[in-house]
């Protein structure tokens, strides 16, 4: 059974940055992609970004403000997210695709103006 536990969210003002964290447990290989998601308020859930062993994808909407890591020991996954825009405020999600894809239950990241 493969679990997600998302952390680091919070408020923050415009400007400004946060680190996410999404610590697993469960059977979790290198190769099986991990993602970060964000869900606005009202809004389709949205990609944001995504890491194997051998790649690392970004979304445009945050691709210069946004990095994605993750420790390949734990697989512990982690999103920099610097120079935030209210337009970020969301809650956000990381996933991870192991046959089926399995959800944490996402931190609330909210960019005042």
């Known amino acids: 059974q493969v679990r997600l536990v998302e952390s680091g969210g919070g408020l923050v003002q415009t400007g400004g940055s946060l680190i996410l964290s999404c610590a697993t447990s469960?059977?979790?290989?290198?190769?099986?992609?991990m993602s970060w998601f964000r869900q606005a308020q009202g809004k389709s859930r949205e990609y944001v970004a995504s890491?194997?062993?051998?790649?690392?994808n970004v979304a445009d909407s945050v691709r210069g403000r946004f990095t994605i890591s993750r420790d390949f020991a734990t697989n512990t996954l982690y999103l920099q997210m610097n120079n935030l825009r209210p337009e970020d405020t969301a809650i956000y999600y990381c996933?991870?695709?192991?046959?089926?894809?399995?959800w944490g239950q996402g931190t609330q990241v909210t960019v005042s103006s």
């Open positions: 996933t991870v695709a192991v046959g089926e894809n399995y």
């Open positions: 469960g059977t979790i290989s290198s190769a099986n992609r």
């Open positions: 890491i194997t062993k051998s790649d690392t």
